[in-house]
């Protein structure tokens, strides 16, 4: 019995980088590329085919790709969608995108090898990200009132969920966290669930780069402080 690929939709103004993405989802045998487009309209009817996953650009002069993520989110919530940028400056604009809900976010620079992986990790519940592109955030959302250190606490937290906050810092997927943490992949969901609630975050990417930026990414689990 095969396999089934997860089915990609691609949406970049760009017609020789659609392809080339194309080429490199295809050739990886990871991914089956069911829909590739450069116009808004046309992008909204291809969501129709039930993609797994759309990988999108952010960065767009023909058309505002917020409204076609927005409404791709809401009309499809199961679907993964990882944004394209053209640098790690459009900080303000990657935050809207993932405060609706975006899964990821990679440079158009990133290698093609670094590019799969990671699609692999958005689709299977992780997220995709650039380096370069997460420390700009994490001096963002240091920025914003609403995202302070004081505001939050890992104490509201079970020591399960701080287990699954750990691996969330790690980028790890749904699937590794469950393989880590010995859980079923629906209690890893329900675990995220709660962590996003409890410390007040939209987005799994958010709750990420805070983490990170408290020291939960390196050696696991944080000591909690009294």
């Not at 790709?65 to 499809?76: A, C, D, G, I």
């Not at 420390?135 to 104490?155: C, F, I, Q, Y």
Request: proline share 4%; with cysteine; hydrophobic share 40%.
């Amino acid at each position: 019995m095969h396999n089934v690929l997860p089915k990609v939709i691609l949406i970049d103004d760009y017609p020789l980088y659609r392809k080339a993405m194309s080429d490199v989802l295809t050739q990886s045998g990871q991914f089956q590329v069911i829909g590739q487009t450069g116009d808004a309209k046309v992008a909204s009817a291809l969501t129709a085919l039930g993609p797994d996953l759309v990988v999108m650009a952010m960065e767009v002069e023909s058309y505002d790709p917020m409204p076609l993520l927005v409404n791709l989110k809401t009309t499809h919530p199961h679907v993964k969608v990882v944004m394209i940028m053209n640098n790690a400056n459009e900080s303000e604009l990657l935050l809207k995108a993932l405060r609706h809900e975006a899964n990821g976010y990679l440079l158009r620079t990133v290698e093609p090898a670094e590019f799969v992986e990671q699609l692999t990790k958005a689709v299977t519940g992780g997220m995709a990200s650039s380096e370069k592109i997460t420390s700009v955030l994490a001096e963002l959302l240091r920025g914003k009132s609403n995202l302070r250190e004081d505001n939050r606490s890992v104490k509201v937290l079970t020591e399960r969920e701080t287990d699954v906050l750990s691996c969330i810092a790690m980028g790890m997927s749904n699937k590794e966290i469950s393989e880590s943490l010995q859980i079923r992949d629906g209690t890893v969901k329900v675990h995220v669930k709660h962590v996003l609630k409890k410390l007040n975050f939209r987005s799994r990417v958010e709750v990420a780069v805070w983490a990170s930026e408290q020291g939960f990414k390196k050696g696991g689990r944080k000591p909690r402080s009294r």
